[in-house]
């Protein structure tokens, strides 16, 4: 697994963004976070794409608070792109707390993972873990490892998913989602000969020789695949 691209070391962290598509969720959690940490701004996004934009365009906050269950992302694909933009650890929210979920949260770099009914106790022990460059669980996850015999675990598929960059995961996406080159260059608004080049690259990246085998891979880090055993 790739080493994060930002300090492990103890740090405090002032800002955060929340990516929740539930406004009501995201409100009760920003009031938290600035109630238990040294946490003052805290922005929100409703969308993975929406959020990316704003690292892009508003600067990097302190931390990431991230929900697996986005309008537009299935899975870890998530994780790792948030963690790729960020450069900051991400502190994985949710509802579906099976130690397989919690597993490949942290496989794909998250920081920590609390469970959406968590009290504001488990918030603030969260926030502090991460704060002194520790990985954050809750009480009686064990951690879980699958391996298969077709083609590359879980562990691994996320690790290949980790090389690649943003536009390149977001072009990944959408061949998943079965669109043809001419459709993602229109969705995009990128050329063609362009989006051929980024799934060459990423198919190099992935070590495939298929857009059947790439999507393979990216299938691997979603919650129907893992969940399913």
Do not use: W
Not at 26 to 55: N, P, W
Not at 57 to 62: A, T
Not at 137 to 158: H, N, S
Not at 168 to 190: H, M, T
């Amino acid at each position: 697994m790739q080493i994060p691209a930002y300090s492990t070391a103890a740090r405090t962290f002032s800002s955060a963004l929340i990516v929740d598509d539930h406004p009501l969720f995201c409100d009760a959690l920003s009031m938290t976070l600035q109630a238990v940490s040294g946490i003052r701004k805290v922005d929100t996004e409703s969308r993975l794409e929406d959020a990316l934009e704003y690292l892009a365009s508003r600067g990097k906050p302190d931390l990431i608070i991230l929900d697996l269950n986005l309008p537009d992302v299935d899975g870890l694909e998530g994780v790792v792109r948030m963690r790729n933009a960020a450069k900051a650890p991400v502190i994985v929210v949710s509802s579906l707390t099976d130690s397989r979920v919690i597993s490949g949260v942290v496989s794909a770099g998250a920081s920590g993972f609390v469970p959406k009914h968590s009290q504001r106790d488990v918030f603030r022990i969260a926030v502090e873990t991460v704060a002194q460059g520790e990985v954050f669980v809750p009480d009686g996850y064990q951690k879980v490892a699958r391996e298969d015999a077709e083609g590359p675990a879980v562990d691994d598929a996320i690790e290949r998913l980790s090389a690649l960059t943003n536009q390149q995961a977001r072009i990944l996406q959408l061949v998943c989602e079965g669109k043809l080159n001419k459709q993602i260059a229109y969705d995009l608004s990128i050329a063609e000969t362009t989006v051929k080049a980024h799934v060459t690259a990423i198919m190099r990246k992935l070590g495939v020789q298929s857009r059947t085998q790439a999507v393979l891979i990216a299938k691997k880090t979603s919650f129907s695949s893992f969940l399913s055993e």
